[in-house]
């Protein structure tokens, strides 16, 4: 059997995939309706405020989107520069301590703060932990783990291929707790206001721990027949 790296558990993405959900509810309910995860939405509604000619609207979403595209250029380059599981655990850490600072942004502060600073969070999370237990995954979207999720067990059905049938299970589990976070997010944010991203922070303290104390072993040996993790494999569509 293959083993794979602690960063690509489904422990791992289980708990940023609820991350995940969480914060689509979180800054969606309480920061100004702007969607951080992932920008297609943030796309068709910067055009409709320009289109309508709210032009401060129009900046809500534009700067989301440059956020976010800031963030997919410091993971790049994380990836480059550290190597191992460095980048998962600089990221991880990363945003643990980030979600900490933003619960505690003044409650009169713009949303600003915080839109940007989760998008920027969103981007280094979804281009750094992208391969689970060799499946292209995201952590911070549905559309294509919906898509690999029927292809894969269209796959293993009709060729009898326990591999893709694993991948499908994986994508499955993926989406469940990304909704559930999302439940959570709407929940806990209605009852905690702001605060209640610190969830987020309690949720992604023992992956960083177990990041940092896996990290520390020797790598597993990699399978020659499949793709060991040493490449990104990105997913190729976004919601």
């Not at 956020?67 to 480059?80: C, D």
């Amino acid at each position: 059997m293959k083993k794979f790296p602690f960063e690509q558990s489904v422990y791992v993405f289980l708990s940023l995939a609820a991350v995940g959900g969480f914060l689509e509810a979180y800054t969606y309910l309480l920061h100004g309706g702007v969607f951080c995860n992932a920008q297609t939405g943030n796309l068709v509604l910067l055009a409709l405020a320009l289109f309508g000619g709210r032009f401060s609207s129009a900046a809500h979403y534009l700067f989301s989107i440059l956020a976010y595209l800031a963030g997919i250029f410091v993971s790049v380059f994380l990836s480059r520069a550290l190597k191992g599981t460095r980048a998962h655990v600089v990221v991880t850490a990363a945003e643990l301590a980030a979600f900490i600072a933003v619960a505690f942004i003044p409650s009169g502060a713009s949303d600003w703060y915080t839109y940007v600073s989760v998008s920027f969070i969103c981007a280094l999370q979804y281009n750094v932990f992208t391969v689970c237990r060799g499946a292209a995954l995201s952590t911070t979207f549905c559309t294509n783990n919906l898509r690999q999720a029927a292809i894969n067990l269209y796959k293993g059905a009709a060729e009898k291929d326990k591999t893709s049938l694993a991948k499908s299970g994986i994508y499955a589990l993926v989406i469940l707790f990304f909704a559930l976070g999302a439940v959570l997010g709407a929940f806990a944010s209605e009852k905690l206001g702001n605060y209640s991203v610190l969830l987020c922070s309690a949720i992604l303290l023992p992956v960083c721990v177990l990041l940092v104390a896996r990290g520390n072993r020797p790598a597993p040996p990699a399978d020659n027949g499949e793709n060991d993790g040493s490449q990104q494999i990105q997913p190729q569509h976004e919601d």
